[in-house]
């Protein structure tokens, strides 16, 4: 099995200042002395992004946008671009979150034109996908997941897929404090390896770092990490607080 270090995001979505921002990872660096063997990434609005990279300064909090857009320049009234977070030291950016999807009606063609357009500025994509509840009880589960993939990724080299981060985040589960069982993450996220080993290849797919999301907290995180395609986790509610942030960061000091 490929070597893939564990990454802990927190998606603040539409929540602190950007002085509120700062001083969370001011507090979460102090606080988590080493963490070793985890990748530790929040993601505050735009308006946030330069003070928590301010923040995170040399330490371990690396930081993510929540959205980008794919030109470079021009009249997009309201959108941001690529070489503006990377212009501000940011290193990742969420693409395709199904608040997104659902709220702002983005698609699968969109989604592929951001996260090519990330990757050409530098930035690692964490692409999210997952199914709302009426698709999987209707069975449709892998089939939305699949159009999802192979959407997203169109066009993609190899090396490209084994470097983007994909977040498979069930609809039903976000917000809901309904998490997926282990089993369920796994299975989901398993399905979503083998589908980019059909847009790149095993090798690749095997390096490519899948989280899972969807009302992830200190109590469940453990249980979660044990699945064996699952490498970390995108978590919303429970990612505001520095001391639930925390403990999910330390998730491997609860098994
Ligand atoms: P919750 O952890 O609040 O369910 O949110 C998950 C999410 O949408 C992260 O992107």
């Keep these: 099995m490929a070597d893939r270090l564990p990454i802990m995001a927190g998606n603040w979505k539409m929540h602190k200042t950007a002085r509120e921002g700062a001083a969370f990872v001011e507090q979460l660096t102090d606080e988590l002395a080493d963490p070793e063997g985890v990748e530790?990434?929040?993601?505050?609005?735009?308006t946030g992004l330069q003070a928590a990279v301010e923040a995170a300064g040399e330490g371990v909090v690396r930081v993510a946008a929540q959205d980008i857009f794919w030109?470079?320049?021009?009249?997009?009234?309201?959108?941001?671009?690529?070489?503006?977070?990377?212009?501000?030291?940011?290193?990742?950016?969420?693409?395709?979150?199904?608040?997104?999807r659902q709220i702002f009606g983005e698609t699968d063609e969109e989604v592929a034109r951001k996260v090519r357009a990330?990757?050409?500025?530098?930035?690692?994509p964490i692409m999210c996908?997952?199914?709302?509840?009426a698709e999987r009880e209707e069975g449709r589960t892998e089939q939305v997941l699949e159009r999802q993939v192979l959407g997203g990724?169109?066009?993609?080299?190899?090396?490209?897929?084994?470097?983007?981060?994909?977040?498979?985040?069930?609809?039903?589960?976000?917000?809901?404090?309904?998490?997926?069982?282990?089993?369920i993450a796994q299975e989901a996220v398993a399905f979503i390896r083998s589908r980019l080993a059909e847009v790149a290849d095993p090798a690749s797919a095997a390096r490519t770092r899948i989280l899972y999301g969807g009302s992830v907290k200190p109590d469940n995180v453990a249980d979660i990490m044990t699945q064996p395609d699952i490498d970390g986790a995108l978590v919303g509610g429970a990612s505001l607080a520095v001391d639930s942030f925390k403990s999910l960061v330390r998730y491997e000091r609860r098994t």
């Design 40 to 46: 530790v990434v929040v993601a505050p609005a735009f």
């Design 71 to 100: 030109e470079e320049s021009g009249a997009y009234t309201g959108e941001v671009s690529p070489s503006m977070l990377a212009d501000l030291c940011v290193k990742y950016v969420i693409i395709g979150h199904s608040e997104r």
């Design 118 to 124: 990330a990757i050409g500025a530098g930035l690692v």
């Design 129 to 133: 996908v997952g199914e709302i509840e």
């Design 153 to 183: 990724t169109q066009g993609m080299a190899p090396e490209e897929v084994a470097e983007m981060v994909v977040a498979y985040e069930p609809v039903w589960a976000i917000g809901t404090g309904r998490t997926a069982t282990p089993q």
